[in-house]
C-alpha cells in the first residue's frame, strides 16, 4: 500500500528566509502525482503545487518549488522569501491511476515569525 | 469565480440528533468527496461520488450516509451523532477525467459541534 510521511510535524522559519518541508512516500507504482497543500488556520485547503512523476523537471509556482527525486521518493517543498501568509499546515499528498484517491501525509505544520 | 460551496460553515447539533451538512459546485466537476478532519490531523476520505457512482470507504461508519441529487450537490448525512463525530468536514471535488489522477480542489468546510 502507498504511504505518505511527513517527518517534520512543525517548523518555523523567519519572516523573507527560505524553508524546505520534508515528504516522503512509498510506492511500487511508476505513474503518479504528488501534491501540496495548504490549510491556513480555520481556513480553506487550497493546492500549492502538483508534481507529475514522469516529468523529470521539478514544479515551481511563484516563491514555491519542489524537489523532486523519483528514485529517493522524496518530494520536498521549499518555500523563498517567507510571508507571514505561508504561516499553515501543509500536506504533502500521492495520487495514482490505480489508487484514485488522495493519501495524505499527516503534515507540517510551518510557523513565520516577523 | 468557479468554486467549491459549503453550508453552513459552523453546525451545532445534539448528540443523536441528526444533521446534514451540504456541497455545492460551480466546477461541473464529475467527481465529489466528503472528508472528516479532527484536529491537527490529515483529512480523512469518507467516500466519493463519481458522477452517481457512490464509493464507501471500507472502514466509514454505518452512521454516515450520502446523497448526489445532481451534479452540483452532495449531502452528507449523520444519522446519530456522537460526540467522536465532532470535527471539520471538507467536501472536494475534481473533474474525473478517468485517469485516475487529477486535481482535487477544497471547498472551507463545516465545523461540526455535538453537544
Given at each position: 500500500?502507498?504511504?505518505?510521511?511527513?517527518?517534520?510535524?512543525?517548523?518555523?522559519?523567519?519572516?523573507?528566509?527560505?524553508?524546505?518541508?520534508?515528504?516522503?512516500?512509498?510506492?511500487?507504482?511508476?505513474?503518479?502525482?504528488?501534491?501540496?497543500?495548504?490549510?491556513?488556520?480555520?481556513?480553506?485547503?487550497?493546492?500549492?503545487?502538483?508534481?507529475?512523476?514522469?516529468?523529470?523537471q521539478?514544479?515551481?509556482?511563484?516563491?514555491?518549488?519542489?524537489?523532486?527525486?523519483?528514485?529517493?521518493?522524496?518530494?520536498?517543498?521549499?518555500?523563498?522569501?517567507?510571508?507571514?501568509?505561508?504561516?499553515?499546515?501543509?500536506?504533502?499528498?500521492?495520487?495514482?491511476?490505480?489508487?484514485?484517491?488522495?493519501?495524505f501525509?499527516?503534515?507540517?505544520?510551518?510557523?513565520?515569525?516577523? | 469565480?468557479?468554486?467549491?460551496?459549503?453550508?453552513?460553515?459552523?453546525?451545532?447539533?445534539?448528540?443523536?440528533?441528526?444533521?446534514?451538512?451540504?456541497?455545492?459546485?460551480?466546477?461541473?466537476?464529475?467527481?465529489?468527496?466528503?472528508?472528516?478532519?479532527?484536529?491537527?490531523?490529515?483529512?480523512?476520505?469518507?467516500f466519493?461520488?463519481?458522477?452517481?457512482?457512490?464509493?464507501?470507504?471500507?472502514?466509514?461508519?454505518?452512521?454516515?450516509?450520502?446523497?448526489?441529487?445532481?451534479?452540483?450537490?452532495?449531502?452528507?448525512?449523520?444519522?446519530?451523532?456522537?460526540?467522536?463525530?465532532?470535527?471539520?468536514?471538507?467536501?472536494?471535488?475534481?473533474?474525473?477525467?478517468?485517469?485516475?489522477?487529477?486535481?482535487?480542489?477544497?471547498?472551507?468546510?463545516?465545523?461540526?459541534?455535538?453537544?
Amino acid at each position: 500500500a502507498q504511504t505518505v510521511t511527513q517527518s517534520q510535524p512543525e517548523m518555523s522559519v523567519q519572516e523573507a528566509e527560505t524553508v524546505t518541508l520534508s515528504c516522503t512516500y512509498d510506492t511500487s507504482e511508476s505513474d503518479y502525482y504528488l501534491f501540496w497543500y495548504k490549510q491556513p488556520p480555520s481556513r480553506q485547503m487550497i493546492l500549492v503545487i502538483r508534481q507529475e512523476a514522469y516529468k523529470q523537471q521539478n514544479a515551481t509556482e511563484n516563491r514555491f518549488s519542489v524537489n523532486f527525486q523519483k528514485a529517493a521518493k522524496s518530494f520536498s517543498l521549499k518555500i523563498s522569501d517567507s510571508q507571514l501568509g505561508d504561516a499553515a499546515m501543509y500536506f504533502c499528498a500521492y495520487n495514482s491511476r490505480s489508487q484514485g484517491n488522495l493519501i495524505f501525509g499527516k503534515g507540517t505544520k510551518l510557523s513565520v515569525k516577523p | 469565480d468557479a468554486m467549491v460551496i459549503q453550508n453552513p460553515r459552523y453546525q451545532v447539533t445534539q448528540f443523536g440528533k441528526p444533521v446534514t451538512l451540504s456541497c455545492s459546485q460551480t466546477l461541473n466537476h464529475n467527481v465529489m468527496y466528503w472528508y472528516q478532519q479532527k484536529s491537527s490531523q490529515a483529512p480523512k476520505l469518507l467516500f466519493h461520488y463519481y458522477d452517481k457512482d457512490f464509493n464507501n470507504e471500507a472502514d466509514t461508519p454505518d452512521n454516515f450516509q450520502s446523497r448526489r441529487p445532481n451534479t452540483s450537490f452532495c449531502f452528507l448525512d449523520i444519522r446519530s451523532p456522537g460526540l467522536g463525530d465532532a470535527a471539520m468536514y471538507l467536501c472536494a471535488t475534481s473533474r474525473g477525467t478517468g485517469e485516475g489522477t487529477d486535481t482535487q480542489y477544497f471547498g472551507p468546510g463545516t465545523r461540526l459541534t455535538v453537544l
